[in-house]
């Protein structure tokens, strides 16, 4: 088993010439959609239609932005060829943002649109699409956000999306391989701080490996790189785990 992971980018939501955090899990799970999601897939080789999963952990443009024009390709130039429904998952009021931003536009997929298959899950749900499973563990963020656990192949990829810190994130990353989790700053409530950062290194079992993102590359302390089972990531970066 061997989990891969390509970095689309390695952002948080402010320039600082980083491109908008967002990942692709094993070439065909996409966890959040940045608005620069389409363009960096297609240099990875993969088009809307290789998705088997979007994964949206919650409604902010740094983590949605993508989407309208993800369902513009896959609309105009991959309905006909489609041979599986992408599942979509989304957090409280993401669904609702789209709508509103694709109101009127034929290209936006709905819940009734055969190319797709949406999932609303909750805190403790869990759901299976194609070959993944996935369980939810709502994060803490200003507005609702999901915490994926993701089961592909016998392994396990926690992802974050934005969230201040706390045990649920330890929930998120039982057992899991790798843990993604966001760096957003010193904004009590909202984001991790690197502080909280290495308080969480500290408490995951070392089985688990961290991957940073979602952080201000101006703001990185000269010595968190030497943490142990922590890196940093960057954009276009690839990383594998697992035996
Ligand atoms: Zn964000
Ligand atoms: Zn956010």
Redesign the pocket.
């Known amino acids: 088993m061997t989990i891969h992971l390509d970095c689309l980018g390695s952002g948080w939501?402010f320039s600082t010439g980083s491109y908008w955090n967002g990942w692709l899990l094993d070439r065909r799970i996409l966890l959040d959609c940045p608005s620069q999601a389409l363009v960096h897939l297609y240099r990875l080789g993969i088009t809307a239609a290789d998705l088997d999963l979007v994964l949206l952990t919650?409604e902010?443009d740094?983590?949605v932005g993508g989407v309208d024009a993800l369902m513009l390709d896959l609309h105009h130039r991959h309905r006909e060829a489609l041979d599986h429904r992408i599942g979509i998952a989304v957090a409280e009021g993401v669904y609702q943002r789209l709508e509103r931003n694709l109101h009127g536009h034929a290209h936006f997929l709905g819940r009734d649109d055969e190319a797709v298959r949406w999932f609303e899950p909750r805190d403790g749900d869990a759901f299976e699409h194609r070959d993944a499973s996935v369980e939810v563990v709502a994060m803490r963020?200003?507005?609702p956000?999901n915490g994926y656990r993701v089961h592909l192949d016998g392994g396990v990829v926690a992802y974050t999306?934005?969230t201040s810190p706390g045990d649920h994130i330890l929930r998120l990353a039982e057992g899991a391989d790798v843990l993604i989790v966001e760096c957003?700053g010193a904004f009590p409530g909202?984001h991790c701080s690197w502080a909280d950062l290495r308080e969480l290194r500290a408490e995951l079992t070392p089985a688990t490996a961290m991957l940073v993102t979602h952080y201000d590359a101006t703001s990185v302390p000269d010595d968190i790189a030497a943490i142990e089972g922590l890196e940093l990531a960057v954009d276009f970066g690839r990383y594998d785990y697992g035996s």
């Open positions: 939501a919650h902010h740094d983590h963020h200003s507005v956000d999306g934005d957003g909202v």
